[in-house]
């Protein structure tokens, strides 16, 4: 074995450890710092379940995001999937089903149906018509936005079978329910990710995909698989969403869209594709919660929370570009 | 002959005049010289920050910071001439300080620390717009100096309307025509110009633009801060055609202001696009939505639309790319 491959795996080794411990770093710094500053209230169960109950929709479409950029993509396109998504299931329910059990079920199916169809034609422009993932996703995003618009004329569609509020609102044994979703779609994909050969080859396309081609795997198929199952977590997320809410609208949660990459990236997912994993992606979804509960505890303003939630992403870019570095000197 | 065919530009033209022949025929009113000069000015903030996002998407970078880099300055501005007072140079100067001087941050970020520049941008617009918010708790300011408000009302060519109105090219306007002058002689006239075309071109490699004999750090500095700065003309600009100062009225149209960029036919992947392609980029968005107003058509459907047009236009350029890989290609086998 040449020294150039040892080198490559050692330096591979730092940079996953090396992150993880970042992040593990600033995650113990932030619990203890917003517990030192919220001492009474921020351990308490009610402030412990509001961050469960609020972490699961920027979660899901963080994974949602996150599974495109392993691939050396990027899904714009995710907030506003969600909305369509939502509008639809929404859509469903007004319909006056004979039986609530039955128009939640038909709901749910149109959700992710309609999730999964638009995860579909992404996957066709961007693997078939190779076009850019950025403006395959951008001008699907205009143009679901658009529908939306179209479906609703801007308006809210509210009032939901109570079946489906406990979705997004009920407690299973004193535990959120869409925490309890978020953790099985997250364990679903990290198993996709690191237990299959589907998730093998979305690390091997993401990383060289011309290789990748020549070694023999249909780099369309994975494509195509990687944003129907970008599209189904984004109709995950809207399940959630609009049943938290109460109810749909055409441009709930536009202010995640790009807070999705930030905590893909704080997680350690990478612009150029190949690398990230869902344990790094939960970890700065923790610490984002974390900030943002702690932070309101305090009655700061929401704004705040942005502006740290930024400045921390710079500081951990910053450190691993600096560890980085050092770990190829030596 | 062959060149002018090939290029985007004039596909995009015959887009343009297709879509107006279109909403000409429907509603007259389209063609008057009135709504043209309406347009060109309403469009002029767009036009302005697209300009910027033309330079550093040819240098194969992104910026997803300027419409916060636009507020900051745009609010800062505002705030000083009401309490200060000034004039409309000093307000202009302001602002472009103030955004070239937060697009110098992101110019340190990525240059320095190598951060990918869709990331470095994310993270400094949710720092400059928190910030702002936070400090002026989102406070709108509604009165803002005579001097500004009839600045803003200054035709520089004036022309009497039927009915007694007049109506005319706005010094907002003419705003926008120098920055379109500026960037188009910066890209094509000057050392840094090319870089950032270089630098494009060479994807995130710096080492042959460097080799090349470009002052790769003075280039980044440039992108970024001329990007802060045109965002700070632009938010001048807004202030001047609303005449309110809304902290949350820019925030969220980047990736509008994006998509009529590549639209005007520069690639996200760097090294190619032109101001004149932008411009067209940003008179297709404004002709598409004055068009669906004139023509009666309800505004929620304008959304569908420009998703649309995005879509199709991209499609053409992907087909169109693989069409040329592969007649490379097959020259190469007939080499061989």
Redesign the interface.
């Known amino acids: 074995m040449n020294t150039e491959a040892v080198a490559g795996r050692s330096l591979r080794a730092t940079r996953k450890w090396g992150e993880l411990a970042t992040l593990g770093t600033i995650l113990v710094f932030t619990f203890a710092l917003m517990w030192c500053l919220n001492p009474e209230r921020f351990m308490r169960t009610s402030n412990i379940q509001s961050m469960a109950f609020q972490l699961p929709e920027l979660g899901l479409l963080s994974l949602a995001m996150m599974v495109t950029m392993v691939a050396g993509g990027i899904n714009?396109s995710i907030v506003s999937t969600a909305n369509l998504a939502g509008i639809a299931a929404a859509l469903v329910m007004q319909s006056g089903q004979s039986s609530p059990a039955a128009s939640v079920a038909l709901a749910l199916l149109a959700a992710i149906a309609v999730s999964a169809l638009i995860g579909f034609a992404n996957g066709l422009?961007i693997a078939f018509?190779?076009?850019?993932a950025?403006?395959?996703t951008?001008?699907?995003?205009?143009?679901?936005?658009?529908?939306s618009?179209?479906l609703t004329?801007?308006y809210v569609i509210s009032g939901f079978p109570d079946g489906f509020k406990f979705i997004g609102n009920g407690l299973v044994a004193g535990v959120p329910m869409p925490i309890l979703v978020f953790i099985a779609a997250a364990a679903a994909v990290a198993l996709l990710l690191a237990r299959t050969a589907f998730g093998f080859e979305l690390y091997m396309v993401g990383t060289n995909p011309v290789a990748t081609q020549y070694a023999g795997v249909d780099n369309r198929k994975v494509l195509l698989k990687t944003y129907v199952l970008s599209g189904v977590l984004c109709g995950l997320a809207a399940v959630i969403m609009i049943s938290r809410f109460n109810s749909a609208k055409s441009d709930y949660g536009?202010s995640y869209l790009?807070?999705t990459?930030?905590a893909a990236?704080l997680g350690g997912t990478s612009?150029?594709g190949g690398f990230g994993k869902v344990s790094g992606l939960v970890l700065s979804l923790v610490i984002l919660q974390l900030l943002s509960s702690g932070l309101n505890l305090l009655q700061a303003?929401a704004?705040?929370?942005?502006?740290?939630?930024?400045?921390v992403?710079?500081l951990v870019?910053?450190v691993n570009?600096?560890l980085a570095r050092d770990g190829g000197k030596s | 002959m062959k060149r002018i065919f090939r290029s985007s530009e004039t596909y995009l033209l015959l887009v343009i005049v297709a879509f107006s022949a279109v909403i000409a025929c429907i509603n007259p009113n389209f063609l008057t010289l009135e709504n043209g000069f309406d347009l060109l000015k309403s469009y002029s903030f767009m036009g302005i920050m697209a300009a910027g996002v033309l330079v550093v998407l040819i240098s194969g970078g992104m910026d997803m910071s300027f419409a916060a880099v636009a507020t900051v300055a745009e609010y800062v501005m505002a705030l000083v001439a009401t309490r200060l007072g000034g004039n409309i140079l000093s307000s202009f100067l302001i602002a472009s300080a103030i955004g070239a001087a937060l697009g110098l941050v992101n110019a340190v970020l990525v240059y320095r620390f190598r951060i990918p520049t869709v990331i470095a941008t994310i993270a400094t617009m949710n720092v400059f717009y928190g910030v702002l918010i936070m400090v002026t708790g989102g406070k709108w300011i509604y009165t803002l100096p005579d001097w500004f408000r009839s600045f803003a009302g200054i035709n520089v060519l004036s022309l009497d309307g039927p009915n007694g109105s007049t109506y005319g090219l706005s010094i907002v306007t003419v705003v926008w025509i120098a920055v379109i002058i500026l960037s188009s002689f910066i890209l094509r006239h000057t050392v840094v110009g090319r870089g950032v075309y270089a630098m494009g071109g060479c994807g995130s490699d710096r080492g042959p633009v460097e080799r090349a004999g470009f002052d790769v750090r003075g280039i980044h500095l440039f992108i970024y801060a001329y990007m802060g700065f045109l965002a700070g003309v632009a938010g001048v600009v807004q202030a001047l055609l609303v005449q309110t100062v809304a902290p949350n009225s820019i925030v969220g149209k980047e990736l509008s202001v994006i998509a009529a960029v590549i639209l005007g036919g520069a690639s996200i992947a760097g090294g190619t696009g032109s101001v004149a392609g932008t411009v067209l980029g940003v008179a297709l968005i404004a002709i598409m939505n004055n068009g669906l107003t004139l023509m009666r058509i309800p505004s929620y459907w304008y959304d569908v639309l420009v998703g649309g047009v995005i879509i199709i236009s991209v499609v053409i350029n992907a087909l169109q790319a693989r069409r040329k890989h592969r007649k490379v290609i097959e020259i190469e086998r007939s080499k061989a």
């Open positions: 714009l422009l018509v190779e076009v850019p950025i403006l395959a951008l001008g699907m995003m205009t143009l679901l936005n658009g529908i618009i179209v004329r801007g536009a790009l807070v990459v930030l990236v612009v150029y303003n704004f705040l929370t942005r502006a740290i939630w930024g400045a992403l710079v870019m910053v570009g600096i």
